[in-house]
C-alpha cells in the first residue's frame, strides 16, 4: 500500500475558546496542523485551546492552536471543518507528535510467531457497512489476519459478544433497532470490565446523534458516510500499539465452558485477576465460535452441562478437531470417575470445583507454564 493512504488516521478533539467548547474527531494530523470536523466556525486566526487524543494510541497532547482555515463540506468523505495550527516546538508535545507520525509512515513490524489479531467489535445493522469493512480489512491491513472483526446486528447481540470475548474497540452506530447506540455506550461504562474499552460511535444523526453519544462515554464520535481510509489506519495504530504494550511474557488466553453463569462469572474473575485473558461460553454454538476466534492457549470444561458432557466435547476436540492446546476438565464429580473421564477424553488434567478458585488458578498456571 502506498504511503499515501497511511498517513491519515482518527483522533479526538477537544476545542476551547472564549465562546465555545467543542467535542469533534480530526484527521490529517501533521507536526504543525491538523483537520477538525465541525460545524463551529471562528475567524481566521482564533486562538485556541487544543486537545488531541485517542485510548490506547495517544495520551493527551495540550497545544495552543489558530484557525488557519475553513472547509465548508462537500462530496462525501470531505466533511466540512477547520483546520488548526500549531506551533509544539521542541517540547513533548512535538516530540510525541512527531514519532507518530514517523510510525505511520514506516512499514508494520514483522509479527511475532503468537501474535493475536486486533479484535474490533462492530455493532451496525446496515450489511453495506459489514461488507465495507471486509473489504477494508483485506486493503489496509498489509499482514491477513492482523485484524479480526465480529458484526452485532443490534445492542443485545452485541451484548452477548462483550460478555464472552475482549475486544480492542467497539464501533458502535447510533440508529440501532430496539436500543439506540447511546444506550448500548452506557451501559458498557457502567461495566467494570469494559468499562476502559475504546469506542468509537458512528451515525448520519449529525449533532444529536454526537451529544448524546459522547455523552453516554464514546471516546470518539465520527460522521457518516465514514471515510475507510481514516478509520482503518487508526486501527492498526491500535494494533500496533497494543502489540508494544504487550508484556514480554505474552499474556495467555483461556476460554471457559460452563453452563452456570455463576461459575463463569466467578472463574473469569479469578483467572483474569492473575493475569489471563479470558472468553466464556455458556453452551455449545457459543463455544465453537469463540474457540475459532479467540483461538485459547487452554480451555477449561465444565464435565456436566444439558447439550453434552464436557469428556465428549474433549475427546471431540481431540480427535476430530486436532486441537492440541492443553484442556481441563472441570467438575463436582467424584475425584476416581473424573480421572477416568479425563484419560480417556484425552485431556490434560481435571480439577474438582471444591478446590477453589485459588487452586485453578495454579493449575491453569502450571499448564501454560507462566510464573505468578
Known sequence: MANADRDRFIVRAEIRSSDANVISYGFDLTATSIFVVTEWHAAIGTQVSLRLSFPRILEPIDVVARIGDIRVAGEPGEPGGIRLVFDTGSGDAGARLVELLARLSSPPAAPAEDDRPCRVLLVDDSWLIRDMFAYGTARFFERPGALAVDHA????????KLAGSTYDLVIVDYFLPSEDGASLIARLRRDERLAHTPIVAISVGGRDAREATLSAGADVFVDKPLVFRDLFNTLRMLAERRDE???AAQRKAI???DDSPFALALTRAALESAGFTVAIAEDLSSFERQRVAFDPDLILVDVQMPEAFGDDVASTLRGWHGVQVPILLVSSLD???LARRAEWAHASGYI???AGMSELVRRCREL???AA
Open 153 to 160: 446486528e443490534d445492542a443485545e447481540r452485541a451484548w452477548d
Open 352 to 354: 474438582c470445583k471444591g
Open 368 to 370: 501454560l507454564q507462566v
Open 255 to 257: 476460554l471457559v465452558f
Open 335 to 337: 475425584q476416581g470417575e
Open 245 to 247: 504494550a504487550r508484556p
